[in-house]
């Protein structure tokens, strides 16, 4: 397999499951469980718009994230709100702690994935409204008012101090091993409930090693599963043995108390059978996927910064040429994946591929008279940060048509969030009548 050049990997040592697993699950209190999945590689750290250094893909995928824990919290109706039990992993990249004094740029150690949050039970207790689930290691957010705090702990606080982190320099892709782990992870936490999967990737499987590794598939006809060996895919694809795996959990369920036994595990589902997946075989019915797709449109004609200009890119066989000089236009995202996602949502209940596609820089925002003067008033008051915060704006994106959004979104990063609400806070009263403008909000959640 050709190594793609801006991750540049030295043979990967045997995998070391683990990170996250969590212990064997008993008592469930939760009614969901959710785990959101953030590709931490370093082609995350691309740039998502041209023209501007930030935001990043990984930028991106922070605020998509948001936005999904955002409009889980609003599933309140009253009093009402399903119990969910959250953790947050990404790849697992510990580069520089196992490089000859701590210098960075050796090759790469990053391998699967590791649990960010919650960490320690304390991660959870934002006043009464979450509890650490020792057997799962996840925390349950509860479905009263109380829980509000706790999704406004992992939007706010946990997720935001993440997007700080930058991928590094030598982190590669291992998309196949941490979706098999994740999954292993919702099915040993959960068995018979819903589970749902929350994914920020921009695709490129590069390192995985375990049973679920494998070349790129081709895409699939009508992005769809066929009813045929292999459902359309590639025979020996990362996406066929995936889906190997998820399909026959129950038959091999997984085992994450012991490593080893996991991995057996692992490889026995993706080799029953005559391993190869069959037209009877069915997707997990309580598995919910919400998987957002970062990339770029490479245009020969117009080159632009990386991915565009990679000489290969892993995921698929052959190589792809991102930096060809001639030639359609392709997504840095290989087809074969974009595809296989939009066929798994289909395949599973109540799931969601979203593509958040590179967009000039240009095109976000609005630079008003006033920073923070949301409604171009001559002012910053009330009535801006009311309209920056609306049930329809607040946490959501802001892309050109959406006007309102658009004007909202003061630091120009196409989403309106935390970050625009802080300008207008550093600029409220601006040019308002005096005593016309109440005492400055805290800033809003
Ligand atoms: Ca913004």
């Given at each position: 397999m050709p190594i793609p050049r801006r991750l540049a990997v030295a043979s990967i040592p045997l995998m070391v499951i683990g990170?996250?697993?969590g212990q064997p699950a008993f008592?469930?209190?939760?009614d969901e469980y959710v785990l959101i999945l953030l590709?931490?590689?370093?082609?995350?750290?691309?740039?998502?718009?041209?023209?501007?250094?930030?935001?990043?893909f990984w930028d991106n995928a922070i605020a998509a994230a948001q936005n999904w824990v955002h409009h889980d919290k609003l599933t309140k109706q009253g009093d009402a709100r399903p119990s969910r039990a959250y953790a947050v992993w990404t790849f697992f990249d510990d580069t520089c702690s196992r490089c000859p004094s701590k210098v960075?740029?050796?090759?790469n150690t990053q391998k699967n994935v590791r649990q960010?949050?919650?960490?320690?039970?304390?991660?959870?207790?934002?006043?009464?409204?979450g509890s650490f689930e020792s057997t799962t290691n996840m925390c349950v957010i509860a479905g009263?008012?109380?829980g509000d705090k706790v999704y406004d702990l992992l939007k706010n606080k946990v997720l935001a101090s993440l997007g700080k982190q930058r991928p590094g320099t030598h982190s590669n892709t291992p998309l196949a091993e941490s979706l098999c782990l994740a999954v292993e992870k919702l099915y040993a936490a959960a068995r018979h409930k819903p589970k749902l999967l929350v994914l920020e990737t921009d695709g490129g499987d590069s390192s995985s090693v375990s049973a679920c590794s494998g070349y790129g598939s081709v895409p699939l006809p009508g992005d769809t599963f066929q009813k045929k060996e292999s459902w359309g895919l590639t025979k020996g694809s990362w996406q066929e043995t995936f889906l190997r795996r998820i399909v026959r959990m129950a038959r091999?369920?997984?085992?994450?108390?012991d490593p080893r036994a996991n991995a057996a595990q692992e490889k026995a589902a993706v080799a029953f059978g005559r391993g190869i997946l069959l037209p009877g075989e069915k997707l997990p019915s309580t598995l919910r996927l919400r998987a957002d797709l970062h990339y770029a449109i490479c245009d020969p004609a117009n080159p632009t910064s990386a991915p565009c200009g990679?000489?290969?890119?892993?995921?698929?066989?052959?190589?792809?040429?991102?930096?060809?000089?001639?030639?359609p236009k392709i997504p840095s995202i290989h087809a074969g994946e974009i595809s296989f996602f939009k066929a798994l949502a289909q395949g599973l209940t109540d799931s969601t591929v979203r593509e958040f596609v590179r967009v000039p820089a240009?095109?976000?925002?609005r630079k008003h008279k006033?920073?923070?003067?949301v409604d171009d008033s001559g002012c910053v008051d009330d009535t801006d940060l009311y309209l920056l915060t609306s049930k329809e704006l607040w946490f959501g994106r802001a892309l050109p048509t959406a006007e309102d959004a658009v004007r909202a979104d003061l630091n120009r990063d196409g989403w309106v969030n935390q970050k625009d609400a802080a300008i207008l806070l550093s600029t409220w009263?601006?040019?308002?009548?005096?005593?016309a403008v109440a005492k400055k909000p805290p800033l809003p959640e």
């Open positions: 990170a996250g697993l008592a469930q209190t939760a590709d931490h590689s370093t082609s995350m750290g691309d740039l998502a718009v041209t023209g501007a250094p930030t935001p990043t960075c740029g050796c090759p960010i949050w919650p960490q320690r039970p304390s991660d959870c207790a934002a006043g009464s409204g009263n008012e109380a091999f369920p997984p085992r994450p108390d990679d000489t290969d890119r892993l995921a698929d066989s052959p190589a792809r040429e991102l930096a060809a000089k001639t030639g240009a095109a976000l925002g006033i920073a923070g003067d009263g601006k040019r308002c009548r005096k005593g």
